[in-house]
């Protein structure tokens, strides 16, 4: 690999100051069109490339934003990253993707990583077993943007982008009852993270204001990985009351659990009705179609990324809004139909 071409080879190549190098790449008016093109041409001769983190430090900017996200294998992840990546590079902002592969560790390590690079902000969708978010202090102390994507917390100085799940919960719950399910099962990850504790606080509620009982039978945690299937199949087994409704947080986990069902002899939505949770893909090509309840990522994308150049712009202080709520929909397919 040939040495990097600088400012300065540049102004000993050409008989010019540095400065006058550096003024010519930056169109400055100071400078003639004439030595702008021939700096210009000589430049991309060399292949030099300019140092963007060294032309912002004067700035304290380096147009860099970093997003951590759990998984990059996910329907929702992806599209709310695209979102992000369009409004952010039309503003000029350069984005470093990272996933903490569920991982509190590897968290950490992301976190640490992005702060090093001196990013201008920091977007967050925390691992499945985040239980301290100490790692996150260095962008407090620093007061640099910090918002909190979907599976958020609160902490100081920091703002989250959300959508109710509490309410989006009792509305996916409320339909099976109204299509007559009477015995429930809520199936969801960690209670830790808000998106799977807020819907099955949702679930309970829904349950309590239709006077159905709840025990602990009613809720399975699951880590809703596909491989972990049998799981949700021997706990409808052993249920000593037949399970006729099932709302499950994720959609993927939901389809595997209407192939699973099917083949172990159950009829959908005959015997039992399923509802899933974030209208991916799959939750109309699986047979029958899932119930589900729609919430865009590629949305949430956009109004986080608007919302946090709209911040370092100086034209909004989101930390001032705290929690951003985002609407949702929900969608009713064949499996859970009245036959």
Same mark, same amino acid.
């Given at each position: 690999?040939?040495?990097?071409?600088?400012?300065?080879?540049?102004?000993?190549?050409?008989?010019?100051?540095?400065?006058?190098?550096?003024?010519?790449?930056?169109?400055?008016?100071?400078i003639?069109?004439?030595?702008?093109?021939?700096?210009v041409?000589?430049?991309?001769?060399?292949?030099?490339?300019?140092?963007?983190?060294?032309?912002n430090?004067?700035?304290?900017?380096?147009?860099?934003?970093?997003?951590?996200?759990?998984?990059?294998?996910s329907?929702?992840?992806?599209?709310?990253?695209?979102?992000?990546?369009?409004?952010?590079?039309?503003?000029g902002?350069?984005?470093?993707?990272?996933?903490?592969?569920?991982?509190?560790?590897?968290?950490?390590l992301?976190?640490?990583?992005l702060?090093?690079?001196?990013?201008?902000?920091?977007?967050?969708?925390?691992?499945?077993?985040?239980?301290?978010?100490?790692?996150?202090?260095?962008?407090?102390?620093?007061?640099?943007?910090?918002?909190?994507?979907?599976?958020?917390? @609160?902490? /100081?100085? !920091?703002?989250?982008?959300?959508?109710?799940?509490?309410?989006?919960? #009792?509305?996916?719950? $409320?339909?099976? +009852?109204?299509?007559?399910?009477?015995?429930?099962?809520?199936?969801?990850?960690?209670?830790?993270?808000?998106?799977?504790?807020?819907?099955?606080?949702?679930?309970?509620?829904?349950?309590?204001?239709?006077?159905?009982?709840?025990?602990?039978?009613?809720?399975?945690?699951?880590?809703?990985?596909?491989?972990?299937?049998?799981?949700?199949?021997?706990?409808?087994?052993?249920?000593?009351?037949?399970?006729?409704?099932?709302?499950v947080?994720?959609?993927?986990?939901a389809?595997?659990?209407?192939?699973?069902?099917i083949?172990?002899?159950?009829?959908?939505?005959?015997?039992?009705?399923?509802?899933?949770?974030? @209208?991916? /893909?799959? !939750?109309?090509l699986?047979?029958?179609?899932?119930?589900?309840?729609? #919430?865009?990522?590629? $949305?949430?994308? +956009?109004?986080?990324?608007?919302?946090?150049?709209?911040?370092?712009?100086?034209?909004?202080?989101?930390?001032s809004?705290?929690?951003?709520?985002?609407?949702?929909?929900?969608?009713?397919?064949?499996?859970?139909?009245?036959?």
């Open positions: 690999m040939g040495k990097k071409i600088t400012i300065y080879d540049l102004a000993k190549i050409l008989k010019v100051s540095p400065g006058t190098v550096s003024r010519s790449l930056n169109d400055h008016p100071s003639s069109q004439k030595t702008k093109a021939r700096v041409a000589k430049a991309n001769e060399l292949g030099y490339k300019t140092n963007k983190f060294a032309a430090l004067s700035k304290q900017k380096t147009n860099t934003i970093g997003v951590i996200v759990p998984r990059l294998n329907n929702f992840m992806s599209t709310m990253l695209a979102g992000i990546e369009k409004v952010v590079n039309e503003a902002y350069n984005l470093i993707i990272s996933q903490s592969l569920e991982s509190m560790e590897k968290e950490k992301n976190a640490k990583t702060f090093n690079n001196s990013v201008d902000a920091l977007l967050v969708s925390l691992a499945y077993d985040t239980s301290s978010y100490d790692h996150f202090t260095p962008f407090i102390h620093h007061e640099i943007p910090l918002l909190f994507l979907d599976r958020v917390h @609160n902490l /100081p100085n !920091s703002a989250t982008l959300i959508i109710d799940n509490k309410l989006a919960g #009792y509305e996916a719950t $409320e339909h099976l +009852i109204d299509q007559g399910c009477k015995n429930l099962l809520y199936v969801g990850g960690s209670q830790r993270r808000n998106v799977y504790s807020d819907r099955f606080k949702g679930f309970k509620n829904a349950l309590a204001n239709y006077n159905l009982e709840f025990d602990e039978s009613n809720i399975l945690e699951s880590d809703l990985n596909p491989t972990s299937i049998g799981e949700a199949i021997n706990h409808i087994k052993r249920s000593t009351k037949q399970i006729d409704g099932i709302f947080a994720n959609d993927t986990f389809a595997h659990l209407i192939k699973n069902l083949r172990e002899g159950h009829k959908i939505p005959e015997d039992i009705k399923i509802i899933g949770f974030n @209208n991916d /893909p799959v !939750s109309e699986v047979t029958p179609s899932l119930s589900t309840i729609d #919430y865009s990522g590629y $949305e949430m994308g +956009i109004l986080a990324g608007q919302s946090v150049i709209s911040h370092l712009n100086g034209n909004i202080n989101f930390k809004a705290n929690t951003i709520t985002l609407r949702h929909q929900l969608i009713i397919r064949e499996s859970t139909q009245k036959q």
